[in-house]
């Protein structure tokens, strides 16, 4: 098979299949274990970038998979009582914005240089003021 054949394959292979497409960006986030039913963070906070973005979801940058006695994929449940939550830059007015995710899974990346970590992400209860903000990075990220 000829280079111009792989190449075409890859290009129909790889088209976009999300319902929100992802767009690139570079968002340093501060991540932590957050208990959504008592309301309080369990963790400290670890440092992260948001490489990815869409309205349902991110793809999340890291070194940690676990944060202090919690384990991002393992601890964090689908019924939404033991959440990551991301805090992102701040409203224009200085409000914080912080977003609550469901892991849905990880890879660990070699030789890449700051983080390790890809995490995959699906953002939960979201207000309609964080899918603005949410939609202000997505065209933050496009005009980049």
């Known amino acids: 098979m000829g280079e111009a054949a792989i190449q075409l394959l890859r290009r129909i292979f790889h088209v976009e299949r999300r319902h929100c497409p992802r767009y690139k960006t570079c968002v340093e986030v501060q991540l932590l274990i957050f208990d959504a039913i008592g309301k309080k963070p369990l963790t400290g906070k670890v440092p992260g970038c948001i490489s990815d973005i869409s309205r ?11 944060i202090e006695n919690y384990h991002l994929l393992l601890d964090v449940d689908f019924e939404g009582k033991t959440v990551l939550a991301l805090e992102l830059p701040p409203f224009p007015d200085g409000t914080p914005v912080s977003l609550k995710a ?4 990880y890879n660990k990346i070699d030789d890449r240089g700051k983080f390790q970590f890809d995490i995959r992400l699906q953002f939960t209860s ?11 990075l997505i065209k933050t990220a496009g005009k980049a």
């Open 102 to 105: 469901k892991v849905v899974s």
């Open 56 to 66: 349902r979801g991110a793809c999340l940058q890291t070194n940690y998979t676990r």
């Open 126 to 136: 979201i207000t309609p003021s964080e899918i603005q903000h949410l939609e202000n």
